[in-house]
Structures are given as C-alpha cells and as structure tokens.
C-alpha cells in the first residue's frame, strides 16, 4: 500500500493546536491512547537501506511488527509492505524487497528506537477518518541507554483530500512546528551517515553542450534506475498506473538499456558492456514470460469482446483465459526465482557500480553533435533499409509472412530508443523523429500481438480437439487477429511516410 504522510520538527513543549477548524462542518478530533512503541531497524554497515530512503524493522506491539517501506517518485509518499512474524531474522520476502537496495549485504541491527505516541483521528461528520495525527516523543537506545531526544508531529493522509492537509499544516505551523521535509525517524536516529547520498546515481541536467559520454551516461543511468525502482514493484504484482505493469517497465529498462550499450557501443568499453548486455537479456527473458501471458489476457478480453453483436462462447474464453492465467502464473514463479537469486544480486550490485562510473572510451571525450549522428545512423538504416536478411521499413512487403514484419519491428525498436536517447540534446528534427517513429512501433507492436495472439488462441484449442465450442471460439478469435494485422499493414506506408520525411533524417548522416 502506499503510505502519503507529512512531517514536522517541533520544540519539547510544543502545544498541538485545536486542528476543528481544518475539518468539514460536523467533523471531530478524536484522541487515542498514548501507546510506547520500540522499533529496531536492519541495515547494512553502510547503511546504504536508509540512504536510498528504504528500509526494514521490527516494531514490537504491531499485529505485523515486520515492516518494509520503500521511497515513491513523490516526496513523503512511501510503498508500506508488513507482515507477520517474531523478532530475529526478518521475513523472507520482504528481505527480497530491498534486494534493489541491498544488494545482498547482510542486514544487522542498526538503530532502535522508542516512541511514546499520542495519536489523533480527524474525522468528519459521517465518522470517516481522513487523517491520522501522530505526536512522537522519540528516543534513540543504545541498550538501555538513551543517546538522543527528539520530538516530530506525522500527518498521515486517510480519507481526505490534500486541501486538508494543508489546512492541517497551516495550523501546524502557525503553532510553532517546523516542515522538516521528509526525514524518516531513523534516519534522524542514526544521524549523517545515514542522511548521505545513495549508492545509485540518477542521471541529471545535462550541460548546454555535452560531450558524447555524458549523454551516454545519462542514457545508461535512466536506463538503470527503470530497471532497480521497478523490482520491488515487480515482486509486489504492483500496477504501474492504471493500464500499465512493473514486469512491463521493467522489461522495457532492461530492453532499453541493452539498445543503448549497443547503439553507443563505441563510446562504452565493450568488455564491460557485454557482460551487463547478456546478464539483461537475460532477466528481460524471464520478465518476457509474464509480460507476454500479460499481453495476451488483456487482448483475450480486448478481442473477445470487439463485436458486442456478436460475443463468442462465454465457457470457451473462460477455457482460454484459465490457460492463459496457468501460463502467467507459471512465468511468475520463475521470475520470482530468478530475482531471489544470487545471480540477480550480483547483477543488482554491478548495475549499480555501472550507473555511479560507467567504463567510457576516448572517444566519448568528443562533442556529442559531432558524435551521436553518427552513432544513431546505424540502427536507423538498419529499420529503414534493412540487413542481414531482413527487409526495410521502407520496402517491407504487405504481403510479407508475420516473421518479416517482427524482424522490422525489433530493428525499429532499436531505432526508436537511439533517437529518443539524444533527441533531447541534438534537438532540431530529431524529437519529432522519436514521435513519429514511437508512432510507427505502436503500429508494429499491435502487428506482432495480433499475430501471437492469433497463434496462441489456435494452438490452446489443439490442445483439447474434442471441444468443438473451443475450437469454434479460437477459430472466431482467430479471424478477429488477422483482420487487425490487415488493418496495420493498410496503415502502416503513410505512418511511415511520415517517418521518413527528408527533413526529419537529414541530420543523420
């Protein structure tokens, strides 16, 4: 679940101000009962949980006392993971968790706290809760010792909007309290060495004129960080958004980050590259299992229900998708395993050490303008005109088998993310290059799916050829996929039209 709270520092004898006026008409402050609660948190000895804004503890008195928290895109919002369990060695899972964090390290002890809490209920006049008050007098132990002080005031989002939340501020800070940004309690226990930088580096501003490695540094470290902010996501069966998956965003990083190490192969030491492109390929394969059973029970239900005239069997889908659940489910277990393992830690670890010094060449020490062109022109020619067998975007057949129209789609895949990566710096036609060849693989990904598709909905039938309904409905499913393939490919001249407009490319060379 996600965790929306605000802190504050407030003086010792601070007064929590009457916060009535804040609420709706017929809203109530409801005082609880002061409980003490004695937190320990895990970390490595660098502590590198805490500088990343994660981290893991036991809470002695909570009906789950393991807790995981993980940092969110948005300040003050945090994943909440509990679970069950006694003191000791921390529950499995949620050790698999951080795994992005941790990377392995073994997790000590490394801060306990004490907390008398006075909490407050802000309700309103249908009893709602809409935000819960915590006043926190907070005391570090070092066995039974107190090593330090301090008080905070959380106000943690419920039912109500942030309109309250920042009334309740207001109030807050009208009676003297301090916005303290967002500073966890242990955090502040353990002091600046926990209040450091993480251990991943994100990519920043680039200079007005960059030099060919930082833009392929800022391309390998976004590349990174999709791929290590997703895993937690991923093991959680977290939606990404309200259409879209971890597994899915998390594949895409992998799948961009190896184009990337490709296209700008010569500005990477390729010894170090090629070991970093084998080890994503090959958690991109297990991501690729459950994405693919994703894809296709979302498009089960999309194609299935295309004609509200005329609906297939209703048992026949249910046969199909329970099929298709199996598969998902079996893609997930093994992706789960293979997260768990030490060869995604080690992985895990070197991604890191990737994004904080990438190994560049001499040549990356050259202006990106006059290097990049270069670079991108490749995989352009490649989708446009073809190699190795493959025809191009720009004479790819109509009538050409399914096969030929995926090999194009994985060459423009790559041409699509080596535009995008220094569309931004190159500027000029090159952003409106990235749009329309984003345009032209949606077209090709809707190819490639309605052709999996169709395969898949035979296939399960063929599986069972004594069930006629079955075999009528994956028939039926079947026609739907092929007359969306006739579609793209009618489709598909004038987007690229668009694409391969002179002055869109004449800045390749």
Known sequence: MLEEERKYEVEPRFTLPDLTPCLPSGGRVEERQPVTLTATYYDAADLRLARAGASLRHRKGDAEPWTVKLPADTPGIRHEISRGGGPGAPPADLLALVTAYSRGAQLEPAAVVRTLRRAYELRDGNDRVLAEIADDAVSVLDGRKVKSKFREIEVERKGGGRKLLDRVEEALRDA????????????RALGDAAAGPPDLVRAGELPRKPRAGEVVTAAIRKGIDRVLTH???????????????????????CRRLRSDLKTFGPLVDSGWAKPLRDELGWVAGLLGGARDAEVLRARLRRTASADPLSPP???????????LAARHEEALVALDEGLRSDRYAKLVDNLVAAAREPHLTPLARERAVDVLPKLVSRPWRTFALGAKGVDGAADLDPYAPDTQWHAV???????????????GVLGGAAPELAKALAGVQDLLGEHQDAATAAETWLSIAMSDPDDHSLAVTAGRLFERERTAIRTVRAEFPEAWRKAAKPRMTDWLP
Do not use: C, W
């Open 176 to 187: 003297g309290a301090v916005a303290g940004g967002f500073t966890p309690k242990y955090v």
């Open 231 to 253: 895993d937690p996501l991923v093991r959680l069966r977290a939606p990404v958004g309200e259409n879209d998956t971890a597994v899915h965003q998390m594949r895409v990083g």
């Open 313 to 323: 069997d209703e048992a026949s889908v249910a046969r199909i998708d329970a099929d």
């Open 409 to 423: 789609r994985i060459n423009g895949k790559r041409a699509r993310y080596a535009v995008e990566a220094v569309a």
